[in-house]
């Protein structure tokens, strides 16, 4: 009776090859994905939304700026170049400012908001889970109050018949949307509200929610398909939700939080239009 063919066993060049092999591999991905973290997308959408009045009014939406190096002020600093150089009517920054660390550079995130100051239009701006992480967030409110945006801490902001509330973080429990209920607001108005998920409580007087966090996954399969996402966008974690609680749209993002890698997830600068539907 024959004897079954026996799988022969590896040579030592076919080890090499195949660690070669892996090797590469890694290195591409890592670099891709570190190139990728360094490719700003420019996305212009219209949004037709049910409770809007303001036809062609344009916002830039600059989420998760996370300036935590030399090289991140620079990449922020580009970002709102960027924005600005598409005219918009107004600029929004819905949160994380810095990622969680022991020495936050202040310098640096203030060196990144300057481009800001050559804007046309207001800039206004929240807080994200991060910047409460660092537990100075009085230096982090001064140091985005020392820039050109106007920071929103469950305020009302009024803009030529456009209504915009900053809501403070929902992570760090911050949030309060009792003062949208106190008086009567333009039929046109706008929410930054740092995470996505937390559109379940936003009252539905609201036009659209302006939220980031997610960074999209940062690290994705292709196609945009998310690995993790992080408490507070596992519902939403990437671009246009008409059927959520109030329409909302959830931002890529300009900076990272851990690697500085993006995977099949491009930094993303926003560019809305918004009409009534």
């Not at 949307?177 to 379940?200: C, R």
Request: proline share 7%; with cysteine.
């Amino acid at each position: 009776m024959p004897k079954p063919n026996k799988k022969p066993e590896p040579t030592r060049r076919d080890v090499l090859r195949w660690a070669s092999a892996g090797a590469i591999t890694t290195l591409f991905t890592t670099s891709f994905a570190n190139y990728e973290s360094s490719w700003l997308s420019v996305e212009h959408h219209e949004l037709e939304l049910p409770h809007w009045d303001a036809n062609g009014f344009k916002v830039a939406v600059l989420a998760d700026l996370h300036v935590d190096s030399v090289w991140d002020a620079e990449h922020t600093a580009k970002a709102m170049r960027l924005a600005i150089a598409e005219k918009p009517d107004l600029i929004a920054i819905p949160g994380d400012f810095i990622t969680l660390g022991p020495k936050p550079d202040h310098a640096l995130v203030l060196k990144s908001l300057e481009p800001l100051h050559d804007a046309k239009c207001p800039v206004v701006a929240t807080l994200g889970n991060h910047d409460y992480d660092m537990g100075g967030i009085t230096r982090v409110a001064d140091t985005i109050n020392q820039s050109a945006a106007k920071l929103l801490r469950n305020e009302i902001f009024e803009l030529d018949g456009v209504s915009i509330a900053g809501i403070d973080d929902g992570i760090a429990e911050k949030y309060d949307t009792n003062f949208l209920g106190k008086k009567q607001f333009s039929k046109s108005l706008l929410a930054l509200f740092h995470e996505p998920d937390y559109v379940d409580f936003v009252p539905t007087n609201v036009s659209l929610q302006l939220s980031g966090h997610s960074h999209g996954g940062q690290v994705c399969l292709p196609g945009g398909i998310p690995i993790h996402m992080p408490r507070g966008s596992k519902k939403y974690y990437c671009g246009f939700y008409p059927d959520a609680r109030v329409p909302l749209y959830v931002t890529r993002g300009i900076g990272t939080s851990g690697p500085r890698w993006r995977l099949f997830c491009q930094p993303e600068v926003t560019i809305l239009t918004l009409k009534g539907a």
